[in-house]
């Protein structure tokens, strides 16, 4: 990447138009500590001119007397602007230090003065932790144990590996899973104006829930960053990514909603559903139609297979190299002269099964990557144009793949901390076409 | 103890263009990252106390902006019904940016920051004109394109080439004084 190219993927970033190749090939040059320093440089330069052009830096600035800092204590104020000259008297540069140190000592005095936090009731104790998981607070972060009681405003994270499981009075468990980074908000249930049930937030990675019966009105709900899901009493799995979110519900009845334009949906038992912009928001069997009666029964003993891909869009997948497309059921993935095709899950697996034909032109080489890149199987075709059988299992941290029947070894690619360690992708090299179709996941009893 | 406090405000506001484009990059709204700032002003002052001195100042008054801005994202959000499609895993790599910025480039920064306006007026008119608009009326790309006359892609290409000018006029300049 160039300065050049670096310089304008800043620049869409700061105006919010950053496109996902972008946001990918920003995200990788950013492990580089030659672009790290590149990137505060401009993010410095930046906010030395908005001060310089626009910002009153702080309410400080304006700290006549004792009242006006009593106001800032919570700021939600109007900013005033300057004019930026040469003439300029109230530069933000020429901030005033002897407003910040009588703002100090007035806060120093109100902070001792101030009368005792009420001390949030608890909402959920932390049943079970292992690996790195950390409480977060509104201005902290601690090392999550077992016994901790979270009230509102605390969250939990849990790194690749580790996991967490939340106990609510009313029985409700919830465990952030350990295949990707998952963080989960709790909130007072009065900080809305709905119904006031249990109400989470989670911002990325997966949860597996069963919830207890709800009291009636009062459903529990859980926002990820495009949908919200209210849920009576249930088991199910919600993965959330920045621009999508999937439920697979597999008892009980759950109703998704998409916040961009408000459509809803009820989920039931066995069925799954994506929210994305792009795609229809409708409940979708997991399990193959013939096997789903009219009123779903979860079957949780059996096997439950579903399909990968929707096979009508890229619902559910990231594009993160080349051009891909669906035509006929088939999804069809291009590497453009100079870039190569890859296509990885929003949903991360663990102790399933997947099958899938797959088939190459232009190339003889594709590979099937777990976890990002940090193993891959290496697939070549003598023949290219021809349909080849995949079959890859992850049972935990083992994993197993063959193409047409014979064994494949398994790749150590790179280090990808950032990304779930059950995430599939799809990828083939420049100027290669990557076919893909009859692709379907089977839960294996673990 | 007071002296330290005393110093570690001085630092604050002294390195105020560092933390202004830190929240400004993680908000991607100005309106928002003006709010965050001075929200982040009054808490770094209440919370001065109880820093460690043992821990990096920067690092933890970022830790502090960046809880701000999770709580804000959180709240608007959930109150607006608002979509939010910002990559999480991005926002973590740009958060770790930051983590790797040394004494060095500290006082870099500090020597700049006495140079800015001296490069900003050796720009052109219209590139002065431009830099106005965003940072001081907060323009979108597309606003400026239209106020400019020129296409968004135009503008933002000029926007990353007089960043890129600055950065080098205030490398010379910080470079050229005693």
């Known amino acids: 990447m160039t300065i050049e190219e670096f310089d304008r993927h800043f620049e869409h970033y700061v105006s919010g138009s950053l496109t996902s190749e972008s946001s990918a090939a920003l995200r990788e040059s950013l492990a580089d500590p030659r672009w790290q320093r590149r990137w505060r440089e401009l993010s410095d330069l930046d906010g030395m001119l908005a001060g310089e052009f626009g910002v009153k830096a702080s309410a400080a600035e304006n700290a006549d007397d004792v009242s006006d800092i009593k106001d800032a204590r919570r700021p939600r104020r109007s900013v005033r602007r300057g004019e930026f000259s040469g003439n300029r008297q109230h530069s933000t540069f020429g901030w005033p230090l002897a407003a910040a140190a009588i703002l100090m000592l007035a806060l120093a005095g109100l902070y001792y003065l101030r009368p005792a936090a009420p001390v949030a009731p608890a909402l959920a104790t932390l049943e079970e932790s292992s690996g790195n998981v950390a409480l977060l607070g509104s201005d902290s972060t601690q090392s999550a144990h077992a016994g901790l009681s979270l009230s509102e405003q605390n969250g939990l994270q849990t790194a690749v590996g580790s996991h967490a499981t939340l106990r609510f009075a009313d029985g409700t468990r919830i465990t952030l899973s350990g295949d990707a980074q998952t963080r989960l908000w709790l909130h007072a249930p009065g900080e809305s104006t709905a119904p006031h049930g249990k109400w989470m937030t989670l911002d990325t990675g997966s949860i597996d829930a069963s919830v207890a019966p709800q009291p009636a009105g009062m459903p529990m709900r859980i926002h990820t960053p495009n949908t919200a899901v209210k849920i009576v009493g249930t088991q199910f799995r919600l993965s959330a990514a920045p621009a999508s979110a999937r439920l697979d519900v597999r008892e009980g009845r759950v109703e998704m909603q998409r916040l961009s334009d408000g459509k809803a949906v009820d989920v039931n038992g066995g069925y799954f559903a994506i929210a994305s912009a792009d795609a229809d928001l409708v409940a979708q069997p997991i399990a193959p139609v013939s096997t789903v009666a009219v009123v779903p029964q979860p079957t949780p003993a059996k096997p439950i297979t579903r399909p990968l891909f929707n096979g009508k869009d890229l619902a559910g997948w990231t594009v993160s190299r080349g051009q891909w497309k669906v035509e006929n059921g088939i999804i069809i993935g291009h590497g453009r002269r100079g870039d190569r095709a890859r296509i990885a899950s929003v949903e991360s697996f663990d102790n399933i099964e997947m099958t899938c034909k797959l088939r190459v032109t232009g190339t003889k080489l594709a590979e099937l990557q777990v976890g990002g890149y940090r193993y891959f199987y290496q697939l070549s075709w003598e023949t290219p144009g021809t349909w080849k059988d995949v079959k890859l299992t992850l049972r935990g941290k083992e994993y197993h793949a063959t193409l047409d029947g014979k064994e494949l070894r398994i790749e150590r690619g790179g280090d990808d901390d950032e990304v779930p360690v059950g995430l599939i992708s799809f990828y083939t090299t420049e100027n290669g076409t990557l076919e893909i179709k009859d692709a379907q996941i089977t839960e294996l009893k673990k | ?178």
Not at chain 2, 1 to 22: C, E, K, Y
Not at chain 2, 77 to 91: C, F, M, S, W
Request: hydrophobic residues 40%; aromatic residues 6%; contains cysteine.
């Open chain 2, 1 to 178: 103890m007071a002296l330290m406090n005393d110093s570690l405000i001085q630092r604050f506001v002294r390195d105020r263009g560092h933390f202004l484009g830190f929240l400004r990059v993680l908000c991607r709204d100005d309106e928002l990252a003006e709010e965050l700032f001075q929200e982040l002003s009054v808490v770094v002052i209440e919370k001065i106390s109880s820093f460690d001195p043992s821990r990096d100042f920067g690092a933890w008054v970022r830790g502090i902006a960046r809880n701000l801005y999770l709580k804000a994202c959180r709240d608007r959000r959930i109150k607006a019904g608002k979509e939010q499609t910002q990559d999480p895993a991005l926002v973590d790599a740009v958060v770790q940016a930051y983590d790797g910025r040394s004494n060095r480039e500290e006082e870099e920064l500090r020597e700049r920051t006495a140079h800015l306006r001296a490069c900003v007026e050796k720009l052109p008119i219209h590139l002065r004109g431009l830099l106005r608009d965003r940072y001081e009326s907060n323009c979108s790309s597309q606003k400026l394109a239209a106020l400019h006359d020129r296409s968004v892609s135009a503008v933002e290409t000029a926007l990353s080439r007089v960043r890129a000018t600055l950065l080098e006029c205030l490398q010379r300049q910080a470079g050229s004084s005693p």
